[in-house]
């Protein structure tokens, strides 16, 4: 079945669209939009979200690939989102990044077998003064270490989302 | 006007000039690879760098506009060390192809290397980003996006020119590369554009490739003879063959060259090009051709006419003019074609597919004749017996032909041009192999040079009008192009 954006997204869609004089810069919030429905922003939908907005392809396709912060595929319960920009560099991200490899056996990009952990290195959350950072879905958790780390990957596999100490 | 100092000369230039031109109008020439004259400023190479007094930081010169009073220096220690680094950056992922590249000898990376730099990398070899390589994308390109430096000229030629929008930078950082929607191809008409602006090894042509270094490539200005509106080109050859057209930019007609245009040298060196005559589809040597189809002229000489070609020279239209003026001694002539004329597209391709509609119509005006019209009347009435004119002009009279059952004869360059039921065919040397003038739609007068020499025993149309006249046993006296010319340009 061809991808249609549905109507409700075309309503909110109209509502973004009035708040910039030029339609294309509506691009980013209306690829949120859709990244919120569907938890990812599929190819069909970059080209149906290019229609709609009178943009090339290429376009869409380019800012998709440019953030990090944009879904290509259904990512899992949880996506681990480790900053791999110079600040959280410096204070340990590639060892952070070592450690969820190992422990959830997957590489940077996958998703684990149960569906649970999706794992990602992504460009700068804006959070330097407290590096070194993940963002697990839509919440940051800041100056991370191993054992930070590991007691936050027993609470998500018991399903807890939450802050821990800082 | 702002008037500023550009390493110690000044000068006074139109405001919204940038300190690059302002450079350029003395002389002085600022490293680029993103800047294109015709294309808009990205300033994302940072090759210009360029030191402007009070400021800070070195400024980028493509994007910075001149002011009044500003003081810029383009040879400081600052500047070269910039360039120096730039270059190192740029350099960091390329791959070590030059050898095997089809831009050495063209390459924006060479040239500003041996210029500028001449610094060992400091990067392992091993450490590299690796990319696709060899893409073929579309009918006339190859993307290798290990080679690229990501200048986005090719990004900005689509976008800007042919407006089709179809590249865009994809990722960020050192993950960037340059690409399209898969499964597209990349063919707006004008796709090997970008193979030229391209400053690097990442686009080049798939016609071209690897068919000659282009250091041997010697360089003739001509013109392009693919449609009415008449561009400039330089064609490529070595040896005695074309090796691909390019177009030389001017301020009248052109900055680019159409795909099509490009691919018009194609026919030249192609196997059905026509070295001797063609009698009712034999081929026979030239002589005896031109003896039987000037004494097939001879027998209805009351019944023949002529019909020039918007596809021919001015010599060569004029030498037809001279045949039927002076050897066919018949007022049964016509030089005169009004097809449509006008840029198609919005950028070159132009309505008449005919070159030189508008030099036909000065025989017209010098030599006078029919209408088009009347001779397509006298021709389907079937009171023209022979008609002798060129291959594609005869299209132009097909029904009437048909109709009224004239012998067709014609002069063509290749077997493919030949319309069917022709009776005689002969050769002639075409626009790469001899001069000729041609008259573009904007009515400016534009002459080809020849690269490459005709097949032997081919000569120019002129001088098979003149061999013809002689069987006939008129001399016209047609022993150059400008004998033809006399009395029309």
Redesign the interface.
């Given at each position: 079945m061809p991808f249609t954006l549905t109507e409700t997204f075309k309503t909110r869609a109209a509502l973004v669209c009035a708040r910039y004089p030029r339609k294309d810069a509506a691009l980013i919030p209306l690829l949120q939009e859709l990244q919120r429905e569907k938890g990812y922003v599929a190819?069909e939908a970059m080209d149906a979200l290019a229609v709609f907005l009178g943009l090339?392809?290429?376009?869409v396709?380019?800012v998709v690939?440019?953030y990090t912060m944009f879904n290509r595929v259904p990512a899992g319960k949880y996506h681990l989102q480790v900053c791999r920009n110079v600040s959280c560099h410096m204070a340990g991200a590639p060892g952070l990044l070592a450690r969820l490899r190992e422990k959830l056996g997957i590489a940077e990009g996958e998703t684990t077998k149960d569906g649970l952990f999706t794992l990602s290195a992504v460009?700068c959350l804006g959070a330097c003064g407290t590096a070194p950072v993940m963002q697990v879905n839509d919440t940051y958790f800041e100056k991370l270490d191993a054992g930070k780390l590991d007691a936050l990957l027993e609470d998500l596999r018991h399903g807890r989302l939450r802050a821990i100490g800082r | 006007m702002p008037k500023l100092t550009i390493d110690g000369k000044t000068l006074e230039v139109a405001k919204g000039t940038t300190v690059l031109e302002a450079a350029q109008q003395l002389g002085v020439h600022v490293p680029r690879y993103c800047y294109h004259p015709k294309l808009s400023v990205s300033g994302n190479c940072r090759m210009c760098l360029v030191e402007v007094e009070k400021s800070p930081k070195l400024l980028t010169a493509c994007s910075t506009e001149a002011a009044e009073g500003m003081v810029v220096h383009t040879a400081t220690e600052k500047v070269k060390a910039a360039r120096r680094d730039v270059l190192e950056y740029l350099l960091l992922n390329h791959p070590l192809d030059c050898p095997v590249c089809d831009q050495a000898g063209e390459c924006g990376l060479q040239d500003y290397y041996m210029e500028h730099s001449r610094a060992k990398s400091r990067f392992p070899a091993e450490d590299k980003v690796r990319r696709q390589k060899r893409r073929p994308l579309g009918p006339h390109l190859v993307l290798d996006n290990e080679r690229c430096i990501l200048c986005t000229r090719c990004v900005r030629f689509c976008a800007e020119v042919t407006k089709t929008a179809e590249l865009e930078v994809m990722e960020r950082g050192d993950r960037s590369f340059i690409d399209l929607k898969e499964g597209r191809a990349l063919d707006n008409g004008y796709s090997l554009n970008i193979a030229d602006v391209c400053p690097v090894g990442a686009w080049t042509s798939r016609d071209f490739r690897f068919k000659q270094r282009v250091w041997f490539l010697k360089k003739t200005p001509t013109v392009c003879l693919g449609c009415a509106t008449g561009c400039l080109t330089e064609v490529h050859h070595n040896e005695g063959a074309i090796y691909r057209v390019m177009p030389r930019p001017n301020a009248e007609t052109n900055t680019w060259l159409c795909d099509a245009g490009r691919m018009v040298y194609k026919a030249v060196q192609a196997g059905d090009r026509l070295a001797k005559g063609v009698i009712k589809n034999g081929l026979i040597e030239l002589e005896p051709a031109l003896r039987e189809t000037a004494s097939r002229i001879d027998e209805n000489h009351a019944a023949a006419a002529v019909l020039g070609s918007p596809w021919l020279s001015v010599e060569d239209n004029a030498a037809l003019a001279r045949l039927a003026k002076d050897a066919l001694k018949t007022e049964n002539f016509s030089f005169d074609f009004n097809a449509e004329q006008g840029i198609k597209d919005g950028i070159l391709i132009n309505k008449d597919p005919a070159p030189n509609a508008a030099g036909a119509r000065r025989v017209k005006a010098a030599c006078g004749g029919l209408s088009f019209g009347e001779l397509a009347a006298k021709v389907a009435s079937g009171a023209v017996k022979v008609l002798v004119t060129e291959a594609r002009a005869a299209a132009l009279l097909k029904n009437e032909l048909k109709a009224g059952g004239a012998r067709l004869i014609v002069f063509a360059a290749n077997r493919s041009e030949i319309p069917q039921g022709a009776y005689a065919t002969l050769p002639y040397a075409n626009y790469f192999e001899t001069p000729g003038t041609f008259v573009n739609f904007q009515g400016l007068e534009r002459r080809t040079v020849p690269a490459v020499a005709a097949p032997e025993g081919v000569r120019p149309l002129w001088a098979m009008v003149n061999r013809l006249a002689v069987y006939s046993g008129t001399s016209l006296h047609l022993d150059s192009a400008e004998a033809a010319l006399k009395g029309i340009l």
């Open positions: 190819e090339p392809y290429s376009r396709k380019a690939t440019f460009e | -």
